[in-house]
């Protein structure tokens, strides 16, 4: 039985829980896991805020471990090696957009590391809360970084890749001029990715405290999104706007900020939705408001490689596994630099 941290219910604690991992098949690997980052998405899908929990859910898509086994078709993979597993762990394979190297848009929905639907039984998926788990090789990642920073290599696997995808679609790099709001999990990567990219990186927070820590993490210059003047200094001067805030807020404030046919790229999902922007700030510059979602398997590994040859990984917190609640809270209050990993050995 393989030991894990489990939600039974949206209202309950989440608590010790052990289950059977599936049988390792020929093209699977067996992966022992040594760390789990902890994401909003397991808050919102352990407590059932977008009402489509499966119980027993076991969180966790921000996951490296060591490979025990491997089945008989695979190759990439040896016992031993050090491995990655993110947000997806199947799709359908055959749609136009897993044919490109986009799982992550498959036509036919991919399946979640956590909370299902498994192919081809629609069974329930369990994460990276638990001490192993067995996925397709295709979908494993190689994990190329410093055995000193696994730890927190592991956000990479959401956080790294939800900030490096729509930063690389939207070609950003040198002599680009960059926008990052808000300074969190998903917001310390893109500071840090998009500056490693050769663009000029411009932070954008409501909070005083954060300035500091942006220029540290490598922003050229901290806005305070809050303060008119410095917004108005802003405005028509950026290339690419990549915005994390999930929180419902006013996107013309940012919208304004772009240059002609520049980008602004939405990555957090609000519980409720946006103010609509108004059409005036596309018309007028021919401005353009788009979203992206994680990133495919390919895209994912360039990732990890890049953040690897660059020394890149993210500002963590490690935490036992019976300090989960307690993150939880914490992470509502923003209470975390900037994400917490689970150090898997504290599930024995």
């Known amino acids: 039985m393989t030991k894990a941290y489990a939600a039974q219910d949206a209202s309950s604690p989440l608590a010790p829980f052990a289950f059977e991992t599936r049988p390792l098949g020929a093209d699977d690997i067996a992966l ?7 994401c909003h998405s397991d808050l ?10 499966l119980y027993p859910c076991v969180p966790g898509h921000e996951i490296v471990g060591r490979v025990r086994a491997v ?4 190759s990439a993979f040896k016992p031993g090696d050090l491995a990655g597993v993110g947000c997806m762990v199947d799709s359908c394979g055959h749609c136009p957009a897993c ?14 590391t956590y909370n299902g639907p498994a192919r081809p039984d629609g069974g329930n998926t369990y994460g990276g809360y638990a001490q192993a788990i067995v996925v397709r090789a295709a979908f494993a990642l190689h994990i190329r970084h410093p055995e000193k920073d696994l730890a927190a290599v592991a956000p990479l696997l959401c956080a790294g890749i939800t900030t490096y995808s729509p930063l690389r679609h939207w070609q950003v790099g040198p002599g680009s001029r960059v926008g990052i709001v808000g300074l969190g999990g998903l917001g310390h990567m893109g500071v840090k990715i998009a500056k490693a990219m050769g663009a000029r990186v411009t932070l954008f927070t409501t ?41 419902p807020h006013k996107l013309d404030n940012y919208l304004r900020l772009l240059r002609r046919d520049g980008t602004m790229t939405l990555v957090g999902i609000p519980a409720e939705p946006h103010p609509s922007p108004s059409v005036g700030s596309l018309i007028m510059g021919r401005r353009q408001l788009a979203g992206s979602l994680i990133g495919g398997i390919r895209e ?26 307690d993150a939880y809270e914490r992470m509502l209050k923003n209470d975390v630099k900037y994400r917490f990993v689970i150090d898997m050995a504290s599930l024995a």
């Open 99 to 112: 044919a490109e190297g986009e799982e992550q848009y498959c036509g036919e929905g991919f399946t979640g």
């Open 71 to 74: 089945g008989s078709a695979v």
């Open 32 to 38: 022992d896991i040594l760390y789990c980052g902890v």
């Open 44 to 53: 919102h899908t352990a407590r059932n805020e977008w009402r489509n929990t």
């Open 300 to 325: 994912t590994q360039e990732m990890l490689d890049f953040c690897a040859e660059r020394g890149i990984v993210s500002d963590i917190e490690m935490i036992r596994m019976d300090q989960i609640n």
């Open 207 to 247: 909070s005083a405290g954060k300035v500091a820590d942006g220029l540290r993490l490598g922003a050229d210059e901290v806005c305070i999104s809050t303060d008119r003047e410095q917004m108005a200094r802003l405005a028509g001067s950026l290339d690419f706007i990549l915005n994390t805030v999930a929180a």
